[in-house]
């Protein structure tokens, strides 16, 4: 048992790592672009309406802005609150790894926290989809470009949910296995 | 059980879109061969692409790179979909399972450099322009690789106490 452990943890360790760092690396991007879009939108509102042609990395919402200032406001939330979303499902994914313990893997603390993922993973795709839905409607009236990635998230959610439930067995066969013990 | 089931119906559902997309890709893309018109190609929920106009040579390269990437994305999805078939009967933590985890978690991986690399050749023969980005799709799948790949190291060990468990019974 003490051998395995010792191969899981060596095994592991390296994709842990990447894993960590991966996951800090997109922690911080979705954030930096959370805060620059909320930014951007209040600059464009409030001081200069020609931010809203440059909210992020190329991001030109200028024609919906001479739209409607409503419409404006709702395409930019759509986007901050998916980029929220996104952190924080990264920010989830840095905890499971800052909690786990590879001499004892299965917790229940852990299942809960990959079934977390699963259903923020779920909510990035429902909301993407309502976006792209949304913004195809807008497109018809003003030209712009926009991306939702919902089918990625939505399938992920659905992998991620799978995960989840073996390791809950997983957890379940551990107690069992201690308490026979 | 129940919630096992239902991941099963929605990703056969998933399995078969994918399927039909592929096979339309398969019959539809040679036509560019024989084309001047034109022919815009979504990339991954981004800004579409205009192809039609390119020479023979660019056009097949392009297809060839496609067909190959989205081919080993279907074989991904059907490995997910066959892995979640076999844990639908019971079967959580067998051998076969846990090397699937494995193997999904490898073709996760080489769908991300594959995706980045069809967006690396669109950009080049495109709009001739040498640049390799990374975007959330890649980092996205790159973890799901990884995290899969970890996963099914785990679950050796879930195997081991099931095992463990069992002898005791």
């Known amino acids: 048992m003490l ?38 939108y209040l600059v464009s509102v409030f001081v200069n309406e020609s931010a809203s042609s440059h909210l992020y990395l190329g991001l030109d919402l200028m024609n919906i802005y001479n739209l409607s200032l409503f419409h404006y406001s709702g395409v930019v939330l759509l986007y901050i609150l998916t980029a929220v979303l996104k952190a924080y499902l990264f920010y989830l994914l840095i905890k499971v790894f800052q909690k786990i313990d590879f001499n004892n893997p299965f917790s ?3 299942a809960n926290m990959i079934t977390k993922i699963s259903y923020v993973s779920l909510a990035i795709g429902l909301i993407a989809m309502v976006a792209l839905g949304y913004t195809t409607w807008l497109s018809k009236q003003v030209f712009f470009v926009s991306s939702w990635n919902a089918s990625g998230f939505l399938f992920m959610a659905g992998v991620i949910f799978i995960v989840a439930f073996l390791f809950k067995r997983a957890v379940e066969i551990q107690t069992e296995n201690e308490l026979t013990i | 059980m129940k919630t096992v089931k239902l991941l099963k119906t929605c990703i056969d559902i998933y399995y078969y879109f994918v399927m039909i997309a592929m096979v339309l890709g398969l019959l ?8 001047t ?20 040579l660019k056009t097949l390269v392009l297809i060839v790179l496609m067909l190959v990437i989205f081919g080993v994305y279907f074989y991904t999805i059907r490995l997910i979909k066959k892995t979640v078939d076999v844990m639908s009967k019971g079967n959580y933590f067998s051998d076969y ?3 699937n985890f494995s193997r999904i978690g490898k073709l996760f991986i080489i769908c991300a ?13 495109v709009s ?9 799709a890649f980092f996205i799948l790159l973890i799901m690789g990884l995290f899969m790949m970890f996963l099914s190291e785990a679950f050796n060990q879930a195997k081991r106490l099931k095992n463990e468990n069992d002898l005791t019974i």
């Not at chain 1, 060596?10 to 620059?36: C, L, P, R, T």
């Not at chain 2, 539809?28 to 084309?35: D, H, M």
């Open chain 1, 3 to 40: 051998s395995l452990n010792n191969n899981l943890r060596m095994k592991s360790s390296g994709i842990f790592k990447i894993i960590h760092v991966i996951s800090w690396i997109i922690f911080i991007g979705f954030s930096i672009k959370a805060g620059a879009l909320l930014i951007s």
């Open chain 1, 108 to 110: 229940l603390t852990i």
């Open chain 2, 28 to 35: 539809t893309l040679p036509i560019l061969l024989f084309t």
């Open chain 2, 37 to 56: 018109g034109s022919y815009e190609v979504n990339l991954f929920d981004s800004q579409t692409v205009d192809i039609g106009h390119l020479g023979t």
């Open chain 2, 97 to 99: 399972v846990i090397a």
């Open chain 2, 113 to 125: 450099i594959g995706f980045s690399l069809i967006r690396f050749a669109f950009r080049l023969i």
């Open chain 2, 128 to 136: 001739s322009t040498f640049s390799f980005g990374i975007n959330t």
